[in-house]
């Protein structure tokens, strides 16, 4: 689906480094989210957000600052980027409970 | 708050083989139930969903679930499983009533699943 965008696909940084992670809707959906995947603990939901600047923090927010100054756009930041952060990240959107649709992934390495 | 277990960590399983996938969930209240299925590569897409009435639903590429209420189980089963049915499976749930998803999907840690030409 094109309809929800990550970028970038793939990202090396080095510790302590600022990144962030983009992630774009096109559907207009109110609710917004962002997980991160590891193995051994599936998906781990680290903030989302119900509206334009309206965000709340997940089962694991420690590290990450989001922002939504628009409703099509969620960027995920990590402030001072740490090893344990390396995961593939996934955007999500939805307009209800009726089901998420995903982005295809940002994978991160920290370095 | 909510909680899904996948008992499976790992199932290996030759082609024509049957398959179940174990899920079960702790929550207090309603729930919407999905499974999503993550291609080798690729982002999670939508296998199927049970949101209320026939506990069997049926969802794409020849997969369905078993929604048991008694005992917050919502099973994920193939009669006959392909090759390109290798991925990982997730298991996920939501309060029904959660006003519009606010709280967010909480997922299972999957199933990687192997299917042996």
């Known amino acids: 689906d094109a309809g929800i965008t990550q970028s970038p696909r793939y990202k090396i940084t080095e510790t302590g480094r600022q990144v962030t992670l983009m992630c774009h809707q096109t559907?207009?959906?109110?609710?917004m989210f962002w997980y991160r995947q590891d193995l051994g603990h599936g998906l781990r939901l680290i903030y989302y957000?119900?509206?334009?600047?309206?965000?709340d923090k997940g089962e694991v927010p420690d590290g990450y600052v989001v922002s939504r100054s628009k409703t099509e756009n969620f960027p995920l930041t990590l402030e001072s980027a740490t090893r344990s952060q390396t995961s593939v990240y996934f955007c999500?959107?939805?307009?209800?409970?009726?089901?998420?649709?995903f982005g295809s992934g940002t994978r991160l390495t920290v370095v | 708050a909510q909680s899904v277990s996948q008992h499976n960590h790992h199932v290996i399983l030759s082609e024509a083989a049957s398959l179940e996938l174990g899920c079960n969930y702790s929550?207090?209240?309603?729930?919407?139930l999905f499974w999503y299925v993550q291609y080798p590569g690729q982002h999670l897409q939508l296998l199927l969903k049970?949101?209320?009435?026939?506990?069997l639903v049926k969802g794409i590429k020849g997969f369905e679930a078993e929604f048991i209420k008694s005992k917050f189980s919502f099973n994920l089963r193939k009669p006959s499983v392909q090759w390109s049915d290798t991925a990982e499976y997730f298991c996920?749930?939501?309060?029904?009533?959660?006003?519009?998803?606010?709280?967010?999907?909480?997922f299972g840690k999957g199933t990687h699943l192997i299917i042996q030409p």
């Open positions: 996920a749930v939501i309060p029904a009533f959660s006003g519009g998803g606010a709280d967010g999907l909480t």
């Open positions: 049970y949101f209320s009435g026939d506990p």
């Open positions: 929550y207090g209240g309603t729930v919407n």
């Open positions: 559907w207009s959906h109110s609710y």
């Open positions: 999500a959107s939805s307009e209800n409970v009726n089901g998420y649709t």
């Open positions: 957000s119900a509206a334009a600047d309206i965000t």
